[in-house]
């Protein structure tokens, strides 16, 4: 088991408290098949980018505001299978305020509509990919979200899912903790710590923050090697 106290958690959604994999990919290949773009590819480029930054990969040629409008409502209205994550209830439940908020690359719109959808605590405030400049890996969402805790981010633990996002949660100088929703061990590599999912995550308030106990995927490591 390994045991580690910080300051503020810093969440990343989609793959970690919800899962909302099926949304995302039936979005983007809708999307793709309006634009002339093809699905997979549209589905591929999408994974743990910010929509914006998808739109400029697929059609920088179409103005990036009306294309973000776009798939943004398409995302919207498809939410019927977003579902929370096994242990995420019970732990946000004993997360103390003011010590954790999420940083997702969904706009904020979308990430109160699945989030209220699945029945979660919306934080007061929170980082979305409207409220940055760059995107994930880029460390500015990281950072952003420390700062909204009021900690150094090497006082915080960021949680996520995709590559980007540990990329993003390293370079801003957290530590991280990669759960095995949507991609490997081997693509998470850069965690310092893999856990299949928040359940069995324990958390306890302590005086000046959290700690977290739990135990990490077998025969990973520290910065994700073996």
Known sequence: MVTIAVKGILF??????????GSVERSWAKYGELRGVDGATAIK??????????????RPDLDEQAELDLIEDIECADI??????????ELL?????GHWTIVTSATQRLARVRLEYAGLAV???FISADMVEHGKPDPEPYLRGAALLGFA??????????PAGVQA?????????????SHTAEELAGAEWLVASLEGVEVRETGTGVELRFEPVSGVGAGGEP
């Open 12 to 21: 990343d959604m989609d793959g970690v408290l919800v899962s909302s994999l």
């Open 45 to 58: 480029t999408a994974h743990g980018k910010r929509a914006i930054e998808t739109i400029r990969l697929l």
């Open 80 to 89: 019927d299978d977003v579902q929370v994550l096994g242990g995420v209830k």
């Open 93 to 97: 439940e004993k997360m103390p305020a």
């Open 123 to 125: 934080p007061e405030r």
């Open 153 to 162: 981010p090497g006082e915080c633990l960021v949680i996520e899912d995709a």
């Open 169 to 181: 949660g390293r370079a801003a100088g957290a530590r991280v903790l990669g759960t095995l929703f």
